[in-house]
Nanobody, 121 residues
């Protein structure tokens, strides 16, 4: 069993900052990529950011230069630092973890329950 739990969402004014954290726990053999997606009301879930086990990062064009992603491999955690937030960043943010439960198996994505981020004055 694997658990993925996000924290850190909330209400912030435009131009403000917010940090999201995500922790994976359970019978994990190895973690590959970790990252974030988001889903705004009435829209499809979209990619936000990803970080590989080696530390390579990828961002959606809409958040480049404003968001940063980091991870702690020893603690199985990933964080998303969001700066210069805009109303269009309002969404439920979902953490995902690409992992294996045993050696020689194909990685599978596990998802958190989501955390609400609202950017409004």
């Amino acid at each position: 069993q694997v658990q993925v739990v996000e924290s850190g969402g909330g209400l912030v004014q435009p131009g403000g900052s917010l940090r999201l954290d995500c922790a994976a726990s359970g019978s994990i053999f190895s973690i590959f990529a970790m990252g974030w997606y988001r889903q705004a009301p009435g829209k499809q879930r979209e990619f936000v950011a990803r970080i590989t086990s080696g530390g390579s990062t990828h961002f959606a064009d809409s958040v480049k230069g404003r968001f940063a992603i980091s991870r702690d491999n020893a603690k199985n955690t990933v964080s998303l630092q969001m700066n210069s937030l805009k109303p269009e960043d309002t969404a439920v943010y979902y953490c995902y973890v690409d992992l294996t439960l045993s050696a020689g198996t194909v990685p599978v994505d596990y998802w958190g329950q989501g955390t609400q981020v609202t950017v409004s004055s």
